[in-house]
């Protein structure tokens, strides 16, 4: 039974911990070298790949310690408000790096990182985690139902996305460019407040209505963003009290905020040195690094034979980040004076589709394999070439 930590003796429970973690901990453990070096890099004058590269890697072990704390505060202040804890901060990574980001007027780079995180958790991590899971195991099943409700979500998300390129694209000719931005600016709004009261009712939905699906069931059926225990099912080590996950998530916020602003500050100079497009590096490296927590997650359920646990990390991730983050972006940018449109490009676009079109398909039977996994993998790389390439 997990109990939780206590006693005065932090040191020596901190080296305890250490010692009794998995590898992957220790390797992320062992990364926070790279937030002091970020630092040196930055004000030391490194080249920008360099600094880029060292700011990417720090931040990837800075998400997984705001993941971890969360999780472990949920476990003290029950089920509805824990499961409001996790659904907030699932993706306070790519929300702060594409805050920095749109103050800087990297308007593409923030649409970019939208693009990349629902494709990389749809189509990466969650093939990753299938190949992995399916390597260990020769088929391994989850519930269709739950899978197929997180899929149909995403398709109101996609429409989302659409609507205002195919709106832009009709528009008639004899309209002023003043009036096109004004009225796709008027669109973006009006779409973000829907998608946010869609956002709130999922959340009254699977925190309040039926709060049953976060107990015993909630793998079978809820995201993984409204069940706070999921967490702690995959950990063997003591449940950390309040005043530490509290203080850790503050610490930790702030210095990802930090870190994020030296990594934001870089893009344009690496962009412009490596001949990158804003393109590539907010749809494939920045979604990458924002999304290393959910990596962890999924993989470990999947070799632990929990694929409805897998499929509901990589689903609810992506759901949060189009009916969540998205529009919060959209307000902020109102604020920044960089007004971020929800008009995103048809390459983007399309490639969003294909991943949730393939994803639907994946739930259709209720199970996988390694050779699906692949499959997953083999498209995300196939569209990461792609972007890689579009000038």
């Known amino acids: 039974m997990i109990q939780p930590t206590g006693g005065p003796n932090f040191v020596g429970r901190a080296m305890a911990e250490f010692r009794g973690s998995g590898t992957a901990n220790k390797i992320f453990i062992g990364m ?139 528009l008639g000719g004899d309209l002023s460019q003043k009036s096109r931005d004004d009225l796709l600016e008027n669109l973006s709004i009006l779409v973000a407040v829907i998608l946010l009261i869609c956002y709130a009712g999922q959340l009254v939905f699977f925190l309040f209505t039926h709060s049953d699906l976060a107990g015993e069931n909630a793998e079978k059926h809820a995201p993984a963003e409204f069940t706070p225990e999921y967490a702690a099912a995959e950990e063997e080590g003591p449940v950390w009290s309040v005043t530490r996950a509290v203080i850790t998530l503050i610490v930790a916020t702030i210095v990802v905020g930090f870190v994020s602003e030296i990594l934001v500050e870089s893009i344009e100079p690496v962009t412009k040195q490596l001949g990158w497009t804003e393109l590539f590096v907010g749809v494939i490296l920045l979604a990458i690094v924002g999304n290393a927590a959910e990596y962890v997650a999924s993989v470990t359920a999947a070799m632990k034979n929990r694929m409805n646990l897998s499929l509901n990390i990589t689903t609810g991730a992506s759901l949060q980040m189009a009916f969540f983050v998205t529009p919060v972006l959209v307000f902020i940018g109102l604020i920044s004076g960089n007004h971020l449109s929800l008009r995103f490009e048809e390459f983007e676009l399309v490639c969003i589709i294909v991943a949730v079109v393939i994803v639907n398909f994946v739930s259709l039977d209720g199970e996988s394999n390694w050779l699906e996994g692949l499959q997953l993998m083999g498209a995300y790389f196939i569209i990461a070439v792609a972007f890689f390439l579009h000038p």
């Open 32 to 170: 926070l070298i790279l937030t002091p070096l970020a630092v040196v890099a930055n004000y030391a004058g490194f080249p920008p790949l360099v600094i880029f590269a060292i700011a990417a890697l720090a931040v990837v072990p800075l998400a997984k310690i705001m993941s971890d704390s969360t999780e472990n505060l949920a476990h003290h202040v029950g089920p509805t408000i824990g499961g409001l804890l996790v659904a907030t901060f699932g993706n306070a990574v790519e929300l702060i790096i594409a805050i920095l980001a749109l103050f800087q007027g990297l308007t593409e780079v923030v649409k970019a990182s939208i693009t990349g995180s629902i494709i990389g958790n749809l189509l990466f991590v969650l093939g990753l985690s299938i190949f992995a899971g399916g390597l260990k195991f020769k088929t391994q099943k989850f519930n269709r139902v739950g899978a197929s409700a997180s899929a149909s979500q995403l398709v109101v998300a996609v429409i989302a996305l659409i609507i205002p390129a195919v709106f832009t694209n009709t």
